[in-house]
Structure formats: C-alpha cells, structure tokens
C-alpha cells in the first residue's frame, strides 16, 4: 500500500486538551484527557476523577453535618499510558550530524545514514549549519526549499538521461529489527529540485536483513521495492508524502530509499527545460517506520463498508461528508474514486486484500481494511 499526500512544512509537537464533565444524582464524573505528541511517539493521558457524593436523607442528620458530608470525597484516580508509534528509524530529520556539510556528496556526516555499500552514488545532505551556499538550506545547489520539519535534508538523483542508468540511495539501520508477521508502516516526504530538468517516478524503498550492495557503480540496485510510488512528482514547492503497509517476514534491520528500476523500466518527463542536466533530483526528510498509522494522519473511527468481503460492488456509511476516497493494495494505490458516488465498484481488481482510505471534508482521515473476494 502506498499513499502519497501533500503538505507544507508543519509543526511537529502539538497537544489536545478536553475537559468533561458528567454528572447524575449521585455521582459527578469529571474527567481530563490530554494527548502530547512528539515527532517519533506519541503519549496519551486519560485521568478520570469520580467524586462521589453522599446521600443523607433529611432528618437523619444535622444541616451542619450534611455539609461536612458533602465536603468529604472519595477520589478515585484512574492513570492510563499508552506510548505507540515509536520511529524505528534514528535520525528521522537528518538534524543530528558528525559536522556540518562542507561539500557536496557526504550524506554521511548525517548520523545513521550514509549510500549503500559498493554504489558510486553521491547522495547529499543538506543543513542550515553550511557556510557553503551549495550545501546550505533553504538554497543550495538544487533549488530552493524550507525543510518538512527541522533544519536539514538529503538529496538524491532517481534518474538520468543515459544508457547506464546512474542511480543514488541513501540507507540506515533501523534501531531495533523487524519481527516476522508484523505490519510497518513506511512514510517519508519528497520534493523535486527546481535546478534539475526532468521529474520520474519509481521513488521506493526495501527493507533487508542485511545492508543492500550495489556492483561497483551507479548501476540501479536490482531488487523490488517493498514500497513503491509510480507516480511522477513535480511539485518543486510542497512535499509530497510517499507511505506504504509492509508485512515483515523477520529481522529486517535496513532500509534503503531510491529508484531501484533502469531507465526503460522508469516514466520522466520534462520539469524545467532551462536546465542542461538530464536528471531528476529529490529533496527526502522526515522518515518513519512505525508499527502504527500517525495519529496526526488517521482519525480513530470506524466507517461501515458493506459488504465486506466485497464480491464486485460496495458502498460506505461514513459520519461525515466525504471528500475522497482510495484503494490500496500492500504497494500503492491502486484506484481513486469520485467522492460523489454512492457505490464503489472493483470488479476489475484480482482477490486479495486491500486497504481502503476515506477522507472526509473536515480532513479527517479512516483506513480500513477491505477484502476482495
């Protein structure tokens, strides 16, 4: 599954606060949700406060006394903590770094990154620590752009106009390995270089057990790619968020990010024909590989699919108007509908399971597991 989402530069700490109350005869609930985020995990709080008042009947007790009664309380405090969405990826945002970028083609003085070994890629970092203006942020030798979160990137070329196919990668070593059967969920945003003449598509990424190795040159790295975008980007301005649902098979501990098809194999198209250089370059950051969709992304609601399993036609009841709607399979999306549609047809597509997101007007957004029969 893949999704591919735009968005501008967004903060990444924010918090959501909700004060309830309820309240009956006999007991007042008063309860206190706060939600924190962070860019690697989320934390939420729910402190519920149950006082619970006593019920003296009139003439049993004194006024005075009735009021000392109703003054006591018994508080219970209920804390529950859940921490999710843990990044296994180090160094997400490229901020942390050996020394600041001083040239191009040293993606390495990134912590935890560097190319692949055995590739003659050279992919690069980019910080606003550089006192070189091919280096710096927001210009540089690419063009010019403000990073998705933070004060740096890296950049790489997905392809070039000759009969070699040069490629880049950039590749880390994930904190702690992937477990067998278990779901990830891969997301990083890319944006394409103004300085560079053409855009492709094919940008993916593999997870390995064992750090993937190149020929001895810019060859593209011939394996498949666990998530793949097929589309061409050439928003030179946004980032466009490329996502995908991977099922480990176990001890994964590498991931790998580029295009790992030749020429033949890739789509490109002109972006900017003032530029001499046949290639097409992307600026990456923020990139996570967490065991749970974001919160920030996903609102936690159901929506109704029926039927599901789903022999050729479905249709959902949602809480809200919907604004759009896309199937996925484990490796991109693989249709869009109209949001004005009542019924939702995929006789076209072979049995299997797909994932369904909805998007609702207020932006809100539900995946849902959908199975085609």
Same mark, same amino acid.
């Given at each position: 599954?893949?999704?591919?989402?735009?968005?501008?530069?967004?903060?990444?700490?924010?918090?959501?606060?909700?004060?309830?109350?309820?309240?009956?005869?006999?007991?007042?609930?008063?309860?206190?949700?706060?939600?924190?985020?962070?860019?690697?995990?989320?934390?939420?709080?729910?402190?519920?406060?149950?006082?619970?008042?006593?019920?003296?009947?009139?003439?049993?007790?004194?006024?005075?006394?009735?009021?000392?009664?109703?003054?006591?309380?018994?508080?219970?405090?209920?804390?529950?903590?859940?921490?999710?969405?843990?990044?296994?990826?180090?160094?997400?945002?490229?901020?942390?770094?050996?020394?600041?970028?001083?040239?191009?083609?040293?993606?390495?003085?990134?912590?935890?990154?560097?190319?692949?070994?055995?590739?003659?890629?050279?992919?690069?970092?980019?910080?606003?620590?550089? $006192?070189? /203006?091919?280096?710096?942020? @927001? !210009?540089?030798?690419?063009?010019?752009?403000?990073? &998705?979160?933070? %004060?740096?990137? =890296?950049?790489?070329?997905?392809?070039?106009?000759?009969?070699?196919?040069?490629?880049?990668?950039?590749?880390?070593?994930?904190?702690?390995?992937?477990?067998?059967?278990?779901?990830?969920?891969?997301?990083?945003?890319?944006?394409?270089?103004?300085?560079?003449?053409?855009?492709?598509?094919?940008?993916?990424?593999?997870?390995?057990?064992?750090?993937?190795?190149?020929?001895?040159?810019?060859?593209?790295?011939?394996?498949?790619?666990?998530?793949?975008?097929?589309?061409?980007?050439?928003?030179?301005?946004?980032?466009?968020?490329?996502?995908?649902?991977?099922?480990?098979?176990?001890?994964?501990?590498?991931?790998?990010?580029?295009?790992?098809?030749?020429?033949?194999? $890739?789509? /490109?198209?002109?972006?900017? @024909? !003032?530029?001499?250089?046949?290639?097409?370059?992307? &600026?990456?950051? %923020?990139?996570? =590989?967490?065991?749970?969709?974001?919160?920030?992304?996903?609102?936690?609601?159901?929506?109704?699919?029926?039927?599901?399993?789903?022999?050729?036609?479905?249709?959902?009841?949602?809480?809200?108007?919907?604004?759009?709607?896309?199937?996925?399979?484990?490796?991109?999306?693989?249709?869009?509908?109209?949001?004005?549609?009542?019924?939702?047809?995929?006789?076209?597509?072979?049995?299997?399971?797909?994932?369904?997101?909805?998007?609702?007007?207020?932006?809100?957004?539900?995946?849902?597991?959908?199975?085609?029969?």
């Amino acid at each position: 599954m893949m999704t591919i989402k735009k968005n501008y530069c967004q903060q990444r700490f924010y918090a959501i606060a909700r004060l309830g109350i309820y309240q009956n005869a006999e007991v007042n609930i008063f309860f206190f949700q706060f939600t924190f985020y962070l860019s690697n995990f989320s934390v939420y709080l729910f402190t519920p406060v149950l006082k619970i008042r006593n019920s003296a009947k009139p003439g049993n007790v004194s006024s005075k006394y009735n009021k000392q009664l109703n003054m006591k309380k018994i508080i219970f405090i209920l804390f529950f903590t859940s921490i999710n969405a843990q990044n296994l990826v180090q160094n997400p945002s490229f901020e942390t770094y050996s020394s600041c970028p001083s040239s191009l083609v040293q993606i390495s003085r990134a912590t935890h990154w560097d190319r692949p070994p055995n590739t003659t890629g050279t992919p690069d970092y980019f910080n606003t620590c550089a $006192t070189l /203006s091919t280096v710096t942020v @927001p !210009n540089n030798a690419f063009g010019f752009q403000q990073p &998705y979160e933070g %004060n740096a990137y =890296v950049g790489i070329a997905t392809y070039y106009d000759s009969d070699e196919s040069p490629r880049e990668y950039i590749q880390t070593e994930l904190s702690s390995t992937l477990i067998a059967g278990q779901t990830y969920y891969l997301s990083f945003y890319i944006s394409l270089g103004e300085s560079t003449r053409l855009a492709s598509n094919n940008m993916g990424a593999v997870f390995s057990i064992t750090p993937l190795n190149g020929s001895g040159n810019t060859a593209p790295i011939t394996v498949t790619p666990h998530i793949l975008n097929q589309n061409i980007i050439t928003d030179t301005t946004a980032w466009t968020q490329i996502s995908g649902a991977y099922v480990a098979t176990g001890n994964e501990k590498f991931l790998t990010i580029g295009n790992f098809f030749d020429n033949s194999q $890739t789509q /490109s198209q002109i972006s900017n @024909p !003032n530029m001499g250089i046949p290639q097409a370059y992307y &600026y990456i950051d %923020n990139v996570s =590989v967490t065991t749970s969709l974001g919160q920030e992304d996903f609102y936690v609601e159901s929506i109704k699919i029926i039927p599901n399993p789903v022999t050729d036609i479905f249709s959902i009841i949602g809480k809200e108007p919907i604004r759009e709607v896309v199937l996925y399979s484990q490796l991109s999306a693989v249709k869009h509908f109209n949001s004005t549609d009542s019924i939702f047809n995929i006789n076209d597509l072979p049995a299997g399971i797909y994932y369904l997101k909805v998007i609702y007007e207020s932006d809100k957004q539900v995946l849902s597991k959908i199975i085609k029969k």
